[in-house]
């Protein structure tokens, strides 16, 4: 049986690195220090900044931070971020733009449910809100859900998605990001044979496993390389006694965020060290490029155990969506359905998390789609952060994304707004 113990273990040892930090940062920092010319005073105040700094932000839900825009009139118009659905594990929400008049792109953003919060793609819909009604998927941290609100896996998250276009309506257009690629495929295809007034206009999938097994990298690898009995005994903890989801099974944020960072750790080591030096000298910013990256990077949440153990036993290792056999509440989902709906793939050349080949594997899975339907992307020299939130996206993918859903308007009338519920105090 998991123990609680082991979770607050990991708490415990973020919480005395962030004491530690403060305590050098407040030491090395009197007056008194400052007549001394030795660097190893600046250095040791500098790393207990940024130590300080980085550990405390690990269990902080960044905010959106996106407080305008800028109209066609010139003006700047006010963003309200309003709740359209509240769930337990997730809410859908709309970035309404005060005094401007509604636009006709009405865009559902899927954000991933991987590790980090959806202000992931805080870039991504700042970009998008100038031309379209934006609306995301706003995934809760696990460890603050009670137990007494059940479990939630891979098919509840596809049954959430479907729940979220019913209720956002006709004329909507998905993009997917990443980790919920192939469930928003999934999600179309029981919605075609369920539901098809709900079906999105078009799907845009950018940079997901659809079919891991089409071009392997390092997290396929690890996928096929260990069995499911390791990752529940290894990775599976119980949410301690400080917060409300205690004693539900997760995989802990703080133990993803160590696999990503030893994934790439040495480019990781040498940003801090040169933010240190940085700091030292002075050069360092509240706002500079190191604190806006690593704010977003280091704040993780918890996920559910059984969404990461069916993701990964039923998208990576048995290829359920690649191979078009996912079952969703009993019902078996026929990708084959999707007739009428427009889909379009986005791959980085250079995307070492999923490789160019899993994503547009979607297009083959279409086979009752017209060719005229389809649409890909390679991205040449776009890694995988590049494609969605990047300068490839920014510059290039952007703008063929808004032409893609401007060609595939199934409906000449304007987008209407789905009704707000506000969350309750």
């Known amino acids: 049986m998991k123990s609680m113990m082991s979770y607050d273990v990991m708490e415990t040892l973020r919480i005395t690195n962030q004491w530690l930090g403060a305590s050098a940062k407040a030491l090395y920092s009197y007056p008194a220090f400052g007549l001394s010319t030795n660097p190893f005073v600046a250095m040791t105040a500098a790393w207990g900044e940024v130590t300080e700094r980085s550990f405390a932000r690990m269990i902080t839900k960044p905010d959106w931070n996106i407080s305008h825009v800028v109209g066609e009139d010139g003006r700047d118009h006010l963003v309200d971020i ?32 991987s590790g980090h919060y959806a202000t992931l793609l805080r870039s991504t819909v700042v970009s998008l809100l100038p031309d379209c009604e934006v609306y995301i998927t706003d995934w809760h941290n696990a460890r603050d859900i009670p137990v007494s609100e059940g479990k939630f896996d891979v098919e509840d998250y596809t049954l959430y998605l479907v729940d979220f276009l019913r209720e956002m309506g006709p004329d909507t257009h998905v993009i997917a990001v990443c980790q919920p690629a192939p469930i928003a495929l999934a999600a179309t295809a029981y919605l075609a044979e369920e539901d098809p007034e709900a079906q999105p206009n078009t799907l845009t999938l950018i940079g997901g496993p659809i079919d891991p097994g089409a071009a392997p990298t390092e997290v396929t690898d690890f996928g096929r390389s260990v069995t499911m009995g390791q990752l529940e005994r290894h990775v599976i903890q119980r949410v301690g ?19 990503f960072i030893t994934m790439n ?27 806006k990256f690593y704010d977003e990077y ?70 009752g789609l017209p060719d005229s339907l389809k649409a890909s992307h390679l991205e040449p020299g776009a ?16 703008p063929l994304v808004l032409e893609f859903i401007d ?8 987008a209407t707004k789905p009704r707000v519920v506000k969350k309750a105090s």
Request: charged letters at 25%; hydrophobic letters at 40%; a neutral charge.
């Open 82 to 113: 309003e709740t359209v659905v509240e769930r337990p594990f997730g809410d859908l929400i709309h970035f309404n733009v005060m005094g401007r008049e509604e636009k006709p792109r009405k865009v559902l953003l899927v954000a991933p449910m």
């Open 383 to 398: 890694g995988h952060y590049g494609i969605f939130a990047g300068r490839s996206w920014r510059n290039n993918i952007r």
């Open 407 to 414: 060609a595939n308007c199934r409906h000449a009338k304007k």
């Open 298 to 367: 280091l704040a993780v949440m918890d996920m559910t155990a059984e969404f990461y153990l069916s993701t990964v036993e039923r998208i990576f290792k048995e290829r359920e969506i690649a191979r078009n056999v996912f079952v969703v509440d009993g019902k078996q989902v026929d990708i084959s359905k999707i007739t009428d709906v427009a889909v379009k793939t986005v791959e980085g050349a250079n995307d070492d998390i999923s490789a160019p080949g899993q994503c547009v594997a979607a297009l083959e899975l279409c086979t």
């Open 241 to 259: 006694f400080k917060h409300r989801g205690a004693g539900r099974l997760v995989y802990p944020g703080l133990q993803q965020l160590a696999s």
């Open 265 to 291: 750790a040495d480019t990781h080591s040498t940003a801090f060290f040169d933010q240190i030096v940085a700091t030292a000298k002075g050069e360092a910013s509240e706002n500079d490029r190191h604190n």
